[in-house]
């Protein structure tokens, strides 16, 4: 877990950026884009302290399933916040307590769930899943795995993500040569360039990404997919990440796999 990672947020713009411009900017820019990365406390603790606030305040509505869902994703295990909130309970109240603990149950036995998944896809394949891609996070819709299988000579990382997962359009640029290989090796993914159908791949499949085409992939919605990405040597070589890939060309790509 990257204790270090940069908190960013959309949801008041895409929400209430047309009605409540002010609000979202304040919402967006200040309190995630500044308050949640003064430094001082990790994030982990930080989604603890909200949880337990709002918690306090007897709020246990969506806002809290957000920040509960936000605490499992920055580490909080099922221990600690089951110990967090009976804690809290003898001073803020027993029955804010259960209403926690309603929704706590629910996205940690998601976790299990999730957890059993994984489990299961890395005994599928031949090569590690790896850590949580935290570095990358922020050009990824959805959680990734990233696993180092060699450095040298032509540098060879797993990528796995989870049902649903995808990472952002971009480009490998280079002056000569550059550009990438995939290989799956377990699930089922998809890749697409832009202007061109999606390609749903299985293992065994390998796509060829030239240096300068604009390009995403990732796993369908139902299974994990997992693939070898090879960087191809080359000169002046860099990677540009550009925007998410939107539902609407997701959905469509992921149409070609059902």
């Known amino acids: ?34 308050n949640w990365n003064i430094p001082g406390i990790d994030l982990k603790t930080r989604c603890l302290l909200t949880v337990i606030t709002l918690m306090a305040q007897g709020i246990t509505d969506s806002s809290l399933v957000y920040h509960l869902e936000n605490a499992k994703n920055h580490g909080v295990s099922k221990e600690e916040i089951v110990a967090a909130v009976t804690h809290v309970a003898f001073y803020a109240g027993w029955p804010k307590a259960w209403a926690v603990f309603r929704l706590a149950k629910e996205v940690w036995s998601e976790q299990a769930a999730s957890e059993e998944a994984k489990a299961q896809h890395q005994a599928s394949i031949i090569f590690p899943i790896g850590e949580p891609n935290d570095a990358y996070a922020q050009y990824f819709t959805g959680q990734s795995y990233l696993a180092s299988i060699t450095d040298e000579q032509i540098p060879v990382h797993n990528v796995t993500f989870e049902p649903g997962c995808r990472n952002n359009w971009h480009i490998h640029h280079a002056k000569s040569g550059g550009a990438q290989m995939l290989i799956c090796v377990g699930g089922i993914g998809i890749y697409q ?64 796999s059902e």
């Open 1 to 34: 877990m990257n204790m270090n990672q940069k908190i960013t947020q959309d949801a008041g713009r895409k929400q209430l950026g047309d009605f409540a411009p002010d609000f979202a900017h304040f919402n967006d820019d200040v309190l995630f884009g500044e």
């Open 193 to 256: 360039e832009e202007g061109k159908e999606a390609v749903v791949m299985h293992p065994g499949d390998c796509v060829n990404i030239p240096a300068g085409v604009k390009h995403w992939h990732g796993a369908t919605k139902d299974h994990w997919f997992s693939h070898l990405a090879m960087a191809v040597p080359g000169e002046d070589t860099s990677n540009e990440w550009l925007e998410k890939v939107s539902e609407e060309d997701y959905l469509a790509a992921q149409s070609l």
